[in-house]
């Protein structure tokens, strides 16, 4: 008969573990004691005694290795189990805490402490799911952690090295489910899309109507598993010193003009006073409201710093003002169509020299109004899509396949619904075209990429002519256009439960994803 042989080093694991945890609630209980005091005040934290965990803690310290190992493993399984259930009060206790309180809350102590950010970055990794409140918080706490101000005084990311202990010491507190490494790709790639079109915006108003800020916030809050990757980490920092760098620029130029049309505004006003027609009840209700946005706009940058909305409601009531006194500043301040970097000046300019405006596109019934059937470029593509779904007589569990490219099964079941219109099946749905022409132009911007792959491998060329580059120029806008019909549908499908979202979000990432890769190779080949 053989008996175990004990583990002792496997305890001591076990032990440090369970010791990391009990010293990270507590120094987050002390943390939530802070915010009470100075950044909520009235309100009082839960009633937490740590007393009686430590004594467990240090009886356990005492005892193992001299007590039979079975009898300490039960030991630290049950405290295990009591700081759990400590974990979820204090977590509770944090809900009452906004994201913005608790940047504001390190920006008044000045904490700068890295091992104190640690520990309390560390409460969040302890919990098994996220909420988007609590995703913004581990969200600025990692990038106080994984940057450094850099020789301008500009956040730079730390090293490698530096970052990759950091991210061991926040995954290897839970064993959790690793996600698929396709996902984590597709994330990585659409951070690095997104973080592109952050730098392409030149004015402070395109990172509200790009909604590229609203964009990356989205996809932190959705990643689900990949969340928790050290690669992903890094590609989320990356995300976020761009966003701080370009966020910067753009508002100091904004800043400005603002405010130096702001003062010439209340430099005017006593001059206005005298004059009749500026003392109508609407004009002196729009100089109030100026006057109150323009006071709250200060103090949010000097209390927790200035926001895309803040400007956009400054800019609104400034614009009220101007377009009583003097209706040309007024254009150049139009909030709903341009930046005050001179917008409609541009416009103006453009026409004047004959430049053609896009055309709006007209919604044709179905909400979409693209078919990529009958589009030139992907009626082909769509030709085939067709043929191959055309065989499936029942709604597979997988995707068939098409031509090297797999469709998800509900994208099979759209382009069988728009393919078998009005023959005893579902009519289509305005999601249905959504995903088939993504279905579609995803195959196509592969086709493309490899063309454009073999021109660069085997030919041997770096760059190409616009010919060859037409068409895939020509998939690249449409691509755009589509994940912006994307992001609608997400929005909308947020009240209709998570399996419609998840849906959309794969065939978007797959959409990115295809686009990506095109985008990659056109850029390279001089495509512009």
Not at 36 to 48: E, I, M, N
Not at 251 to 263: D, G, H, T, W
Not at 377 to 402: K, Q, Y
Request: hydrophobic share 40%.
């Amino acid at each position: 008969m053989t008996s175990a042989v004990p583990d002792p080093e496997a305890i001591s694991q076990a032990y440090a573990r369970l010791s990391t945890k009990f010293k990270t609630l507590w120094t987050f209980h002390q943390f939530l004691q802070g915010v009470h005091r100075t950044s909520l005040r009235g309100a009082t934290g839960p009633a937490v005694s740590f007393a009686p965990l430590y004594e467990q803690i240090k009886r356990i310290k005492e005892t193992k290795g001299v007590e039979p190992a079975a009898d300490t493993r039960a030991a630290m399984a049950r405290l295990d189990g009591q700081l759990d259930t400590l974990h979820a009060t204090l977590a509770e206790d944090d809900r009452q805490i906004s994201p913005s309180t608790m940047r504001q809350f390190f920006e008044r102590v000045k904490a700068g402490d890295e091992d104190l950010l640690l520990s309390i970055l560390k409460f969040y990794y302890y919990a098994p799911t996220l909420s988007p409140d609590e995703m913004d918080k581990v969200d600025f706490l990692l990038t106080r952690l994984g940057t450094t101000p850099g020789k301008g005084g500009e956040m730079e990311i730390k090293p490698a090295p530096e970052l990759q202990k950091l991210s061991e010491a926040l995954l290897s507190l839970m064993v959790r489910q690793r996600a698929d490494s396709a996902e984590v790709k597709s994330v990585v790639s659409l951070l690095d899309i997104l973080r592109r079109d952050l730098e392409a915006c030149e004015r402070f108003e395109d990172l509200s109507k790009r909604g590229t800020l609203e964009n990356i916030r989205t996809l932190k809050h959705r990643m689900g598993r990949a969340f928790y990757d050290s690669e992903v980490m890094q590609a989320i920092l990356s995300s976020n010193v761009a966003v701080k760098k370009k966020f910067q620029l753009l508002y100091k130029e904004e800043e400005k003009r603002i405010l130096s049309a702001s003062r010439e505004v209340l430099e005017k006003e006593k001059d206005l006073e005298q004059d009749a027609r500026f003392m109508s009840p609407e004009f002196r209700e729009d100089l109030e409201r100026f006057r109150k946005d323009k006071d709250e706009f200060e103090k949010a940058s000097r209390r927790r710093g200035v926001r895309p909305r803040d400007v956009k409601r400054l800019k609104e009531s400034l614009h009220k003002l101007l377009a009583h006194l003097d209706p040309a500043a007024a254009e150049e301040f139009d909030v709903g169509s341009d930046s005050t970097a001179g917008g409609g000046r541009r416009k103006r300019e453009a026409l004047s020299k004959g430049a053609t405006p896009l055309p709006i596109r007209r919604d044709t019934g179905s909400g979409i109004a693209w078919r990529a059937e009958t589009d030139r470029v992907t009626s082909e593509t769509a030709r085939r899509l067709f043929a191959s779904v055309d065989l499936v007589r029942s709604d597979p569990a997988t995707g068939v396949p098409a031509h090297g490219a797999r469709l998800e099964a509900w994208e099979v079941r759209s382009a069988l619904r728009i393919l078998r219109k009005g023959k005893d099946t579902e009519s289509p749905g305005e999601r249905d075209r959504l995903f088939f022409n993504a279905s579609v132009l995803r195959q196509k911007m592969d086709e493309e990429a490899r063309e454009l792959r073999d021109l660069v491998g085997e030919v041997g060329d770096s760059s190409a002519s616009e010919g060859t580059l037409a068409t895939a120029g020509k998939c690249l806008a449409r691509a755009r256009e589509v994940d912006g019909l994307f992001r609608q549908a997400l929005a909308a499908a947020e009240s209709e439960g998570i399996e419609p979202w998840n849906h959309l979000t794969r065939s978007r990432f797959r959409h990115l994803r295809a686009f990506a890769g095109l985008w990659l190779l056109f850029d390279a080949l001089g495509g512009a």
